[in-house]
């Protein structure tokens, strides 16, 4: 399929503007209408399944010729079990609770003067993503049912399968009677950059990529920007842990998709326990296709491990690399993890519930476990439905970002001829402050 020349700035910014009409529309929309565009869209992908796998097909082959790397190809890839996922992640966000329209506050300040905090969708989201097709179907089930508008911009490599998407998705939206301006692609890098500029129409950005690519969307725009820089997670195993366990979790993190953002990168082991449980770990890991490189305690205990540098405790391999390195105590572990550590997912195998408690109220990261995988950082498996992403940011919203990371609110305060100046000076009227039920 022949790309799309990109469009002038004039037209994105009517497209842009277009989708800001249609959420505005969405915004007020009821919770029924929006399941029902929902129900509508997963049809719609049921329904076209064998054109998307196709168009799928052609990018995938397309990438491999062009090098693409591995990782990336991984991402892209999206075979008929991940599709079956993804829907089935659009029919349960539909079964979710609507974040539109809740009581947050209510709040009588004086007779008949009544505050109330609403949430209220964003308005318009822009997102910007490598390789991974399967985020149009999250990212789009997540707006429509928070009613937000989206602009998405998908990578080059990715263009077949995100046009086959998106056409499934605005047939969806067609059938409800929903304007398709809400859900719109971008598909070539000089719109990446207009996308940045367009301040007056989009109210949040959200760039799922590289580090490299991040800084560039944070650097490039005004807009606010939501998103992870980098997935360096970590797995301790402390003098206390399971080795069966710790097994079966550090194969689990590093090897059940290696590319994946919350896939281990380090583990970390106690002195204690490296002699024995070392041999253990390394072989399982290594049995799943896992290269290994150790600090020098760490090769002390297997003297063929590849030799880990400085670099590779701040490296994202994506791949099926692990650093190893072997600490003196939970503490040494912590300090290691808050200083390599992207605030992203870090887990402890232990079973000394003091030390897991001091690993989880210390180690500083969106998402830290005791005792199982740092792959379950997911917002499926959060059950948020499907995620727009995972925010390492410490303010809100924080970790894998569902329904209610896209939403705000507003203050709506009803009176009946109250003026300010009852409440100052000399004979000032005090105020009740007295909050309301529901």
Request: proline residues 4%; contains cysteine.
């Amino acid at each position: 399929m022949i790309a799309s020349p990109p469009s002038s700035p004039s037209t994105l910014a009517a497209l842009a503007q277009a989708t800001r009409q249609g959420a505005q529309t969405l915004s007020i929309a009821s919770t029924t209408l929006k399941n029902q565009a929902l129900e509508a869209i997963a049809l719609a992908l049921e329904d076209q399944q064998e054109a998307i796998l196709a168009a799928n097909q052609r990018d995938c082959q397309a990438a491999e010729q062009s090098g693409l790397a591995r990782p990336l190809c991984d991402r892209l890839r999206l075979n008929l079990v991940k599709l079956k996922g993804a829907i089935a992640g659009i029919r349960d966000v539909a079964r979710l609770t609507d974040p539109v329209g809740r009581v947050q506050l209510h709040r009588q300040l004086d007779e008949g003067l009544i505050l109330s905090r609403i949430s209220c969708p964003l308005g318009v989201l822009g997102v910007i993503f490598e390789s991974r097709p399967d985020a149009v179907m999250q990212i789009a089930s997540l707006a429509i049912k928070s009613g937000n508008g989206v602009m998405l911009k998908g990578g080059s490599e990715a263009v077949n399968s995100c046009r086959a998407l998106v056409a499934a998705i605005h047939q969806g939206l067609g059938r409800v009677g929903l304007d398709t301006a809400v859900v719109q692609l971008l598909t070539t890098r000089e719109e990446t950059q207009a996308l940045l500029e367009l301040d007056r129409y989009i109210d949040l950005i959200i760039p799922r990529g590289s580090n490299s690519f991040v800084q560039f969307v944070q650097s490039h725009t005004r807009i606010p920007v939501l998103g992870h820089a980098d997935g360096i997670c970590h797995l301790y195993v402390d003098a206390a842990a399971d080795i069966g366990k710790a097994s079966a979790i550090a194969v689990d993190a590093k090897a059940g998709y290696p590319s994946a953002c919350n896939a281990i990168e380090t583990l970390l082991i106690h002195q204690a326990i490296a002699p024995t449980a070392l041999p253990v770990l390394v072989g399982a890991l290594r049995q799943a296709g896992v290269e290994i490189r150790g600090d020098g305690a760490a090769r002390q205990v297997i003297a063929d491990l590849a030799v880990a540098t400085e670099t590779d405790w701040a490296t994202e391999y994506n791949d099926l690399i692990l650093a190893v390195k072997v600490v003196d105590s939970v503490a040494a572990a912590i300090a290691h993890i808050n200083t390599y550590g992207s605030r992203h997912t870090d887990a402890i195998v232990t079973e000394d519930a003091a030390i897991a408690a001091q690993f989880i109220s210390q180690v500083d990261a969106a998402g830290v476990y005791h005792n199982c995988s740092t792959r379950f950082a997911d917002g499926f498996r959060y059950g948020f439905g499907a995620e727009v992403g995972i925010s390492t940011q410490k303010m809100p919203p924080r970790g894998p970002v569902g329904l209610d990371g896209l939403v705000t609110y507003k203050y709506q305060l009803v009176g009946n001829g109250h003026i300010v100046a009852t409440y100052s000076g000399d004979q000032a009227r005090p105020f009740i402050h007295q909050d309301l039920p529901g």
